[in-house]
């Protein structure tokens, strides 16, 4: 989920807590598939749902001020 992404959703209606638990999800995910490789199984590390919000709420914050 890129920043324009979460922006268009938070447009939409969605708060910043269901922003930040989709994109933990979709972190978390991309990090399971890169670990299921043998050679990459220790690489990454997964995020908490206070990491994803502290991200959600920076690219919203970025948004308001360019804006």
Avoid: C
């Avoid at 447009?11 to 989709?22: C, D, H, N, R, T």
């Avoid at 299921?36 to 919000?53: C, D, K, M, P, Q």
Wanted: proline share 0%; glycine share 2%; net charge positive.
């Amino acid at each position: 989920m890129n920043e324009k992404d979460i922006i268009v959703k938070w447009k939409q209606g969605l708060s910043k807590e269901q922003l930040a638990k989709i994109y933990k999800r979709e972190y978390n995910m991309e990090i399971t598939i890169i670990r299921a490789e043998v050679r990459n199984r220790h690489s990454g590390r997964f995020i908490t749902n206070y990491e994803a919000l502290e991200k959600v709420e920076r690219v919203i914050y970025n948004y308001l001020k360019r804006k």
